[in-house]
């Protein structure tokens, strides 16, 4: 039998392990500066071996981060890097597979890649750096850019309705889906944490500031003086409360969430708990529907399910065959079907 | 009994063509089994609509499937059949100019109405005004005589039908003398759950045979002797089974296990179907969203050590271009099957074409080079399979496998392999290193980098799309390390010509005229030169399977010959590339893009010509 353990191992990794001798080029002031050194020391609170861990990438800002993390990674190309970490996670399912992408990498150029690795529930962790701009093409404006923003390919305001990452999660039935920011890197670190640990397909929107071509967008929400304010933060469990004196709740009216003041809620039956496993998605997608600056923005975890992986089913599937057949014969196989022999010298009517 | 006389013929040509929904092409592959059990060489060459079931009765809807057997060494499915079987009125105005004057002609009159007779286009009754009088003709109420068999079985009338094909067969049988044993045990294994089923369908198949044996209409009876191929075991295979099985074989050879990432696409997709049976020997398939995932899924398969194999047709060839070149970039064994068909855009998605030679050679961005293995036969398909595979994963560079639309789907004997005595493939994943790993520090033969694998402690490192720096793999943006990285990537290919087979000749070595073939235009240039050798004609012939690099010789082979003529389903690909190659030569191109095979009389009077 094992015996308790007094005092937990100590961690096999630092920060430091996991940062790569490549310099970082990213501007000064990115907010990719702030993901990269959470997943870092994240990384090394866990015990997974550092050898297990696979970054790849698409095209992008964000796209870089695996250069920068001293782990097995693979820069691809623009809005494929979900069909590569899918090869290589249905191969190899003992890796942690990790896709970095952007709003234009994941939303734009790879919208279809990143629905059918959410559908599958590949057990793969997709983080999406999201800041509703393309940066390296220099300021143009993106799928999640806001209508009627001007930039230079839009200098008379974009007229595209913007796509909403978390609304195209949850529409693909990712099983777990969360939102951060890169301003707080607390709650980052635990969203990324939760998104690792999950069995399952992990969509992570991280809401990340551009500081060249779209400076603090999210300045208004995520800013440390209206934070608390303007972000409601997900708990399992726990009641929709918010707002610096937490004085605020969230209720229905009707089918729609409301803000209503805490003091004058008569039963506490009245304001909407929080369920991340619900396993019907209304309920997440509701939450995905409040925006700023009508209502707080949900941060936190929306959703956080449990079923079959696609990797897991495809292993199932083939250790079933193998124990209904055995394992192949290939002079069996081949020759399998009508086979003939002609003999030496043979003459004859057929 | 019949008193028809029985003859010995050394081939036969069969053509059995009719509706989408006749089951001609089950009809041809019974007929092609029982041939190859009995010990004939054959060839076949089936030709159907890309329409699942075009209306009923009209042209575009008409299917057909050609078989040649024979008594000696056969090469094609034959220029023109010797017997046509019409099931319908469009079957035969579709077919009955391929047929040969003298030829025999077997209809269902069943199916000569006015409004069948309409839709085919026929201004009249073929049957009735002359228009067969150069062919001998058989007409036969097959569906009435069929209907007839079956009056007694449970069956509705709508299925007993459907097993007129089988009477058509039965017939056919009788005709050239072949067993009936084989597609009897077929029918019993197909219909095991369904005896009705099976019943009708024998009693349809030996209708026909009687039929032919009592209604003494029947112009001839004919044998054709076993062929006196190489003695060993043999089965029947399409290009697209030897594809499937080569990569089983592959895996085998190298201790590997196979992703196989595909999107459904003609006349790719059979070989999914053989390998998604494949479970139990290392074989995962994975149907992607679309082409571009199904090679980044082989791809990654590939970064985490396993063979990544993705096969499809020019238009998906378009799609994954990007992707081959991040292959070329990392330098990551990916191999990429390409079974061409007729083109441009979806052009002739179930018809043959040699269209994508230059597309594969040169549809990516920059200089970036990238092997080519074609096959010139459904059986060699096997062969170069695994060729493909193991360049792949010695050079570690992705790899094309050319084949097309006729040899996916025509059959042939395969003289079936030792697989003992197959070279096995010795692939190595660096372990530990002296100091930091550096994933771009090449063999010194081959100029392959090392394949480290995710999962592998003290090996991480980073690979990606950018330039990389010679050894370390950093990005780099070094204009004199990105010089010797495109020239090495370049030289690396340039070296796979010290790893294969020297070509040969068939015929002199030296002389007027050469015949330089790729792919499946191998059958009827080789039928057609050894017949003209025959004939003491000066022609010799070559065919390439590698078609980058070429082989070493093939200058100083094609610098014998005053001609070169090149016969290509395309407009002159091969002929382009020869031209830039390979200097002081004269070469003469000929092309045909019909979404047929070459007929052997086309290369005979081209040939002629130049002679």
Not at chain 1, 109 to 136: C, E, F, P, S, W
Not at chain 1, 159 to 178: G, S
Not at chain 1, 262 to 268: E, G, I, N, R, Y
Request: aromatic share 8%; net charge neutral; hydrophobic share 40%.
């Amino acid at each position: 039998m094992t015996t308790l353990q007094e005092t937990p191992l100590p961690l096999p990794y630092t920060k430091e392990d996991f940062v790569s001798g490549q310099d970082v080029r990213w501007c000064p002031g990115c907010g990719d500066y702030a993901i990269l050194s959470v997943m870092q020391r994240m990384l090394a609170q866990l015990r997974i071996p550092r050898e297990n861990h696979v970054f790849i990438s698409g095209i992008g800002c964000s796209s870089r981060f695996p250069y920068y993390m001293n782990t097995y990674g693979f820069h691809t190309i623009h809005g494929r890097a979900p069909t590569i970490a899918t090869g290589l996670k249905c191969v190899r399912p003992e890796l942690t597979v990790w896709v970095v992408t952007g709003d234009g990498d994941g939303l734009s150029i790879g919208g279809n890649h990143l629905i059918h690795a959410m559908r599958r529930n590949t057990d793969l962790k997709i983080i999406l750096v999201n800041n509703q701009i393309y940066g390296l093409t220099k300021g143009q404006y993106s799928p999640t850019s806001e209508i009627g923003k001007i930039t230079k390919s839009s200098p008379s305001g974009s007229i595209d309705y913007p796509i909403h990452p978390l609304c195209v999660a949850i529409a693909a039935e990712a099983t777990f889906i969360a939102r951060t920011v890169d301003m707080d890197p607390r709650h980052m670190g635990m969203v990324l944490q939760r998104a690792c640990e999950h069995k399952g397909v992990s969509f992570v929107e991280i809401y990340q500031n551009c500081i060249i071509y779209n400076k603090d967008t999210f300045q208004p929400i995520a800013g440390r003086e209206s934070r608390e304010d303007r972000i409601l933060y997900l708990e399992h469990g726990k009641p929709l409360i918010f707002g610096k004196k937490r004085d605020k709740a969230i209720r229905l009216n009707g089918p729609n969430p409301e803000i209503v003041n805490l003091a004058d809620v008569k039963d506490s039956k009245e304001i909407l708990v929080h369920k991340e496993d619900d396993p019907l998605p209304n309920y997440a997608y509701l939450l995905t529907q409040m925006e700023y600056p009508q209502m707080p923005v949900p941060f936190g975890i929306f959703r956080c399910i449990q079923k079959p992986t696609y990797d897991q089913m495809m292993d199932d599937q083939i250790k079933a065959e193998v124990k209904k057949k055995g394992p192949g014969k290939l002079e069996d196989l081949l020759h399998a079907g009508s086979i003939w022999q002609i003999e030496e010298h043979e003459e004859g009517v057929s | 009994m019949s008193k028809v006389q029985t003859k010995e013929i050394e081939a036969v040509t069969i053509r059995f063509a009719g509706d989408s929904g006749d089951g001609m092409q089950l009809t041809g592959d019974q007929f092609t089994d029982t041939s190859a059990l009995m010990g004939n060489d054959i060839a076949t060459f089936p030709d159907f609509p890309a329409e699942i079931r075009a209306p009923a009765g009209t042209l575009p809807g008409v299917s057909s499937f050609q078989i040649q057997f024979s008594e000696h060494e056969i090469f094609t499915a034959g220029d023109s059949p010797d017997v046509l079987v019409a099931m319908n009125p469009a079957a035969l105005k579709v077919n009955l100019t391929d047929l040969v004057k003298g030829g025999l002609v077997v209809v269902n009159t069943d199916s000569f109405t006015e409004e069948n007779l309409k839709k085919a286009g026929w201004k009249s009754n073929p049957l009735q005004e002359g228009t067969l009088k150069d062919y001998a003709v058989l007409e036969i109420p097959i569906s009435t005589l069929n209907a007839n068999a079956l009056k007694d079985s449970p069956i509705k009338p709508t299925e007993a039908e459907r097993c007129k094909n089988f009477f058509a067969l039965g017939l056919m049988f009788w005709m050239y003398d072949r067993k009936l044993e084989f597609t009897v045990k077929w029918i019993e294994e197909k219909f095991t759950k369904k005896p009705e089923l099976i019943q009708a369908n024998v009693t349809a198949l030996k209708a026909g045979y009687h039929y032919g044996d009592i209604s003494e209409t029947i112009p001839g009876r004919y044998v054709i002797r076993k062929a006196r191929l190489a003695p060993g075991t043999y089965r029947k295979i399409t290009g697209n089974e030897a594809i499937a099985l080569g990569i089983v074989t592959a895996a085998h050879l190298s201790g590997k296990q196979v992703l196989y990432g595909s999107y459904p696409i003609t006349p790719a997709s059979s070989i999914l179907h053989e390998l998604a049976l494949r479970k139990n020997f290392g074989i995962k398939t994975f149907q992607a969203e679309d082409e571009i995932a199904a090679c980044g899924s082989a791809l990654g398969a590939a970064f985490g050590g396993h063979i990544g194999i993705t096969a499809t047709s020019g238009p998906g060839i378009c799609l994954k271009s990007e992707m081959i070149n991040l292959a070329v970039m990392v330098e990551l064994p990916l191999i990429i099957i390409d079974v061409q068909r007729g083109g441009p855009s979806t052009g002739l998605p179930t018809k043959t074409e040699q269209g994508d030679l230059l597309q594969v050679m040169f549809g990516r961005n920059s200089d970036s080079p990238v092997p080519v293995i074609a096959a010139s036969t459904p059986a060699n398909c096997y062969d170069f399979m695994i060729e493909a595979i193991r360049i792949a994963v010695t050079y570690m560079t992705p790899v094309f496998f050319l084949s097309d639309g006729y040899l996916a789907n025509a059959a042939e004997p395969w003289y079936l392999p030792d697989v003992a005595k197959l070279p096995k493939m010795q692939i190595q994943h660096p372990q530990s290193s002296d100091g930091p790993f550096l994933p771009y520090v090449r063999n010194e033969q081959t100029l392959a980098r090392p394949w480290a694998i995710p999962g592998t402690s003290g090996m991480e490192h980073r690979i990606g799309g950018l330039e990389k720096a010679d050894r370390t793999g950093n990005v780099s943006y070094d204009p004199a390390n990105h010089h010797k990285m495109v020239a090495l990537r370049r030289e690396k290919v340039n070296r796979i010509a010290h790893s294969i087979p020297l070509m040969e000749v068939l015929g002199p070595k030296k002389g007027k005229l050469l015949v330089l073939g790729w792919g499946s235009t191998y059958g009827p240039i080789h039928a057609a030169v050894t017949e003209l050798q025959k004939e003491g004609k000066e022609v010799s012939a070559c065919h390439l399977h590698y078609m980058n690099p070429f082989p070493k010789n093939l200058p100083e082979i094609v610098k014998c010959f005053e001609t070169i003529l090149i016969p290509e389903n395309n407009m002159g690909q091969l002929l382009l590339l020869i031209r830039g190659t390979i200097e002081g030569i004269h070469t003469v191109g000929f092309h045909r893009v019909t979404g047929q095979p070459f007929k052997i009389r086309e290369i005979r009077e081209k040939i002629e010509e130049l002679l």
